[in-house]
């Protein structure tokens, strides 16, 4: 995506930029055609939540990471195979988010959702517990 790849440069005001013009246009396409575009929506807003985060944007950031993970959830409920390790990587940035913003990980019902879907999968993805000493 364009604005993980101005990331990539070092242009991070650009790469915000780009990150919240597909955040802003996908919401209409998802409502749209949900199957099609709903994927494309959580992504945006997972690398929008990054691209905030970048910048010290702490409240926003933990906003969009969060929405990323009740779509993802939703996603990876729906079509294991497809978004579990997509579900898995919004986690760890959600509670990488929470940790910014010096929010207790333990408790939040938007991580704990992630963690209980990923929980009953053979090798999936979770959201740095094992990293994390938890």
């Not at 691209?51 to 009740?70: F, I, Q, T, Y």
Request: proline fraction near 7%; charge should be negative; hydrophobic fraction near 45%.
């Amino acid at each position: 995506n364009l604005g993980n790849m101005l990331a990539d440069l070092g242009e991070r005001e650009a790469a915000l930029a780009a990150a919240r013009e597909a955040t802003e246009l996908y919401p209409t396409l998802a409502v749209a055609r949900p199957d099609a575009f709903r994927p494309d929506l959580a992504m945006s807003l997972n690398n929008l939540g990054i691209r905030l985060a970048d910048l010290g944007e702490r409240e926003a950031a933990l906003a969009a990471a969060r929405e990323a993970v009740v779509l993802y959830t939703d996603l990876a409920r729906r079509y294991p195979q497809a978004f579990t390790q997509h579900l898995g990587i919004s986690a760890r940035s959600l509670r990488t988010r929470l940790q910014e913003a010096d929010l207790p990980i333990e408790g939040d019902p938007m991580l704990q959702a992630a963690e209980a879907e990923l929980a009953p999968i053979p090798n999936a993805p979770v959201s740095n517990r094992d990293a994390a000493g938890g």
